[in-house]
C-alpha cells in the first residue's frame, strides 16, 4: 500500500490562506493519479481538485475553481493544494488520495489509497 501523510491544515478567518500539503512514499516515475477529497460533518464527502501526473491535468470542483490550485513536486514525491480567499463553507477534513488506475484521471473518486486528513477550518 502507498503511504500518504497530509499536512498544513489549521484555523483562519475568512480570506485567508492554507497550502497543504501530501507526502507520498512511493516511487515517483509511476504513473498515478490523486485527488485532495474533504468532508464536513453531516455532509458527503466531495472531490474539490485533481490531478494527473503526466501531463499536469487538473481538474476542479465548481466550489472551488479559481481559489484553490492542485500541484506536486516530482523530486520531493508531494502533492500539494493551495487555498486562496478561504470561506467558511471551506471548513471540512482534507484526504489527500492516490491510485494507479489512470484510464479516467483527473478524477474524484474510486481511489484506493487514502491519508488520515488534515482538518481546515474557516471562521467567518
Known amino acids: 500500500p502507498m503511504q500518504l501523510v497530509e499536512s498544513g491544515g489549521g484555523s483562519v478567518e475568512a480570506g485567508g490562506s492554507l497550502r497543504l500539503s501530501c507526502v507520498v512514499a512511493?516511487?515517483?516515475?509511476?504513473?498515478?493519479?490523486m485527488s485532495w477529497v474533504r468532508q464536513a460533518p453531516g455532509k458527503e464527502r466531495e472531490g474539490v481538485a485533481a490531478?494527473?501526473?503526466?501531463?499536469?491535468?487538473?481538474k476542479y470542483a465548481d466550489s472551488v475553481k479559481g481559489r484553490f490550485t492542485v500541484s506536486q513536486d516530482d523530486a520531493t514525491t508531494t502533492l500539494y493544494l493551495q487555498m486562496d480567499n478561504l470561506k467558511p463553507d471551506d471548513t471540512a477534513m482534507y484526504y489527500c488520495?492516490?491510485?494507479?488506475?489512470?484510464?479516467?484521471?483527473?478524477?474524484?473518486?474510486?481511489?484506493?489509497?487514502w491519508g488520515q486528513g488534515t482538518q481546515v477550518t474557516v471562521s467567518s
Open positions: 488520495a492516490k491510485d494507479l488506475r489512470v484510464s479516467d484521471c483527473p478524477r474524484f473518486t474510486n481511489y484506493k489509497n
Open positions: 512511493r516511487n515517483p516515475y509511476s504513473k498515478y493519479c
Open positions: 490531478i494527473y501526473r503526466i501531463g499536469r491535468v487538473t
